[in-house]
């Protein structure tokens, strides 16, 4: 059971664009969220958290909006810049559970 | 401050064999993960060592083992490899891991299983 889905595995958005990047869960026990973006042959880079108490978080061109009714987190970047290129994860963790839950990820390719 | 290293970042095995990865945190960080990542599944979690305690395990095997060191050095462990074994393994560290805690990851070790 995934508790945990990006159900777009691919995303092509033009240079200087948004891009917009889903994620849904179903365990209304997380309360941690977190976007982590992926280069080929390289670990998971940290891109931006947000916490169940909020319902949004910026960080220069990266903002994270989270509906908790809805269980759905999104990742908008913007502008869209060709260095964007990789595989954007999602993750989602509970307090006192010590782990974090990933999604299969969204490969985004920035056209120049 | 130095990010989480791996060692080895490649290793080639044959089925059967077993294999040890190793996993050095963030200096300060107490709580070590593994995941394991393979095209089209994403990231596995395998399981969390916090102070030497593994506090949580993923579905896998029992082939899959792992330990952490009073230094929180980790290292995980499988043996009597199998062909479907074959994948990314990554070590994330964190302070706490678990409520708004982030983990930072290392590079990986790619792993092949002929």
């Known amino acids: 059971d995934q508790q945990v889905k990006q159900n777009s595995p691919s995303l092509s958005v033009q240079e200087g664009r948004i891009s917009i990047l889903n994620c849904d869960y179903t365990n209304s026990m997380f309360d941690y969220f977190l976007w982590y973006k992926k280069y080929p042959a390289e670990g998971p880079t940290f891109l931006i958290s947000i916490s169940s108490i909020k319902d949004k978080n910026e960080d220069g061109r990266f903002t994270v909006f989270l509906n908790k009714s809805a269980k759905h987190l999104s990742l908008h970047i913007v502008p869209s810049q060709p260095g964007d290129s990789a595989v954007y994860f999602c993750a989602a963790g509970g307090s006192g559970t010590y782990k974090y839950i990933f999604g299969t990820g969204t490969r985004l390719k920035v056209l120049a | 401050k130095a990010g989480v290293t791996q060692t080895p970042r490649y290793l080639i095995k044959t089925r059967g064999q077993q294999v040890t990865l190793s996993c050095s945190p963030i200096s300060g960080h107490r709580s070590v993960s593994w995941y394991q990542q393979t095209p089209g599944q994403g990231l596995q979690f395998l399981f969390e060592?916090?102070?030497?305690?593994?506090?949580n395990k993923g579905n896998f095997p029992g082939r899959f083992s792992g330990r952490q060191f009073s230094n929180s050095r980790s290292e995980m462990n499988v043996s009597t490899l199998e062909l479907g074994d074959s994948a990314l393994y990554l070590c994330a560290s964190s302070f706490l891991a678990g409520g708004e805690d982030t983990q930072y990851f290392g590079p990986g070790t790619r792993l092949t299983v002929l």
């Open positions: 060592y916090f102070s030497e305690t593994q506090r």
